[in-house]
């Protein structure tokens, strides 16, 4: 497992995770004790009553956390940022603005994904498991603003939750410092990057 830092998108997501994680778990609960205990003939006292109530209407708030939460918790299952990662979506984004901005060289690499070390999280985050897969893309192109381009294309478009880690650009034509373009240059710049794809699931030990 490895440690990493939280970026704020990724601590959004978390807390909306942890948010609907929680007010799932406390309605479960309270509702199977209650039914429970509602079944037991044993005479209760008020000091028990008061404090099933309390119970209740703790429910009662998780579950309007629940509610107004629910609209963002369904955009993050959408985007793949929870559930299972979609790494045909950030491959076709590539393949899309390379087309589209005519640039002839584009290769990239998607290592394995792995599971990020939990000491990194707040407590707070403890039944959520944050997985990162990491894309290298190595590009040629004619204008810096090709790479502009494709970044914001897989941050907006492609399904899941990216940070650019580091991306480091290179002049290969030196013609461009005297403003000499040739008429077929394609490759002006070339830039390596690599970006960090984040997936958050329950944790089984959660």
């Known amino acids: ?107 990239y690499n998607i290592a394995s994904q792995v599971l990020l070390d939990k000491n990194s999280l707040d407590k707070k985050y403890a039944g959520i498991d944050v997985f990162k897969s990491v894309m290298s893309l190595e590009m040629k192109f004619i204008h810096e603003g ?3 381009v494709m970044l914001n294309a897989l941050r907006d478009e492609a399904k899941g939750l990216v940070a650019v880690d580091k991306c480091d650009v290179e002049l290969i034509n030196k013609n461009v410092n005297d403003g000499i373009i040739g008429e077929n240059i394609t490759d002006n710049m070339r830039a390596y990057c690599e970006l960090s794809w984040y997936t958050l699931k329950k944790s089984d030990n959660g």
């Open 1 to 107: 497992m490895y440690k990493f830092s939280i970026n704020q998108e990724l601590k959004k997501a978390l807390v909306f995770f942890a948010i609907i994680l929680l007010s799932m778990i406390s309605m479960v609960t309270v509702s199977e004790i209650y039914k429970s205990n509602a079944n037991d003939k044993n005479a209760r006292t008020v000091g028990e009553m008061r404090s099933w109530r309390n119970k209740i209407e703790v429910a009662n708030r998780n579950n309007q956390m629940l509610v107004q939460h629910e609209d963002t918790f369904k955009k993050l299952k959408d985007k793949f940022v929870i559930g299972d990662e979609n790494r045909l979506s950030w491959v076709e984004v590539v393949q899309k603005v390379a087309d589209s901005r005519r640039i002839a060289s584009v290769k």
């Open 146 to 148: 090709d790479l502009f």
